[in-house]
């Protein structure tokens, strides 16, 4: 892991809530989701119960780095398909935008989650909300039965390795 972070959710310094420790229950949520430019809803639980969970949140959309790591994530799909794992993209943008953004660097297969409203609620959830109101670049591997196995938090012009993550998948 390459962030420092306060170890239990809710308890990060100035009332900031931290990353969820590995191990520890992933928060579960419900967003409005475009899959294969179809909006639907997301919803961690039953979603987590059928393969494991790449949770990818980003800035925002409209970013080169952004393009580049959900582009390398529909690349590299059958990879993750193939560790029994689905990408979960989350932003704080609203579905509108995500679906405009899709259709002009996509079409992907997997999941992109917008937290828009109320507005960066699972972002805070798993402690990635900048006071901006954006997201931090953040990945955490949820597996089947909703623990955190791995957690890493990227600087917003980095993007994250897929290789890593995959890595990450492979000790499941």
């Not at 170890?7 to 899959?35: H, I, M, N, Y």
């Not at 899709?102 to 006071?131: A, M, N, T």
């Amino acid at each position: 892991m390459a962030y420092n972070a306060p170890s239990r959710p809710g308890t990060g310094t100035k009332g900031k809530p931290s990353l969820p420790d590995c191990g520890e229950l992933a928060p579960d949520f419900d967003l409005p989701v475009l899959v294969g430019g179809v909006k639907q809803r997301f919803q961690l639980r039953p979603q987590r119960e059928k393969q494991n969970l790449v949770l990818a949140f980003y800035p925002s959309d409209w970013e080169t780095v952004s393009a580049e790591q959900m582009i390398a994530y529909q690349v590299e799909r059958e990879k993750f398909k193939a560790r029994n794992a689905e990408v979960v993209g989350i932003t704080v943008d609203s579905i509108m935008n995500i679906t405009a953004w899709e259709r002009e660097i996509g079409p992907f297969d997997y999941f992109l989650c917008s937290d828009f409203w109320p507005h960066g609620q699972v972002c805070r959830q798993y402690g990635v909300l900048r006071p901006d109101g954006a997201s931090e670049r953040a990945v955490f591997v949820v597996d089947q039965i909703g623990k955190v196995r791995y957690k890493k938090i990227y600087r917003p012009d980095q993007r994250p390795g897929v290789a890593e993550t995959l890595a990450a998948l492979g000790d499941l």
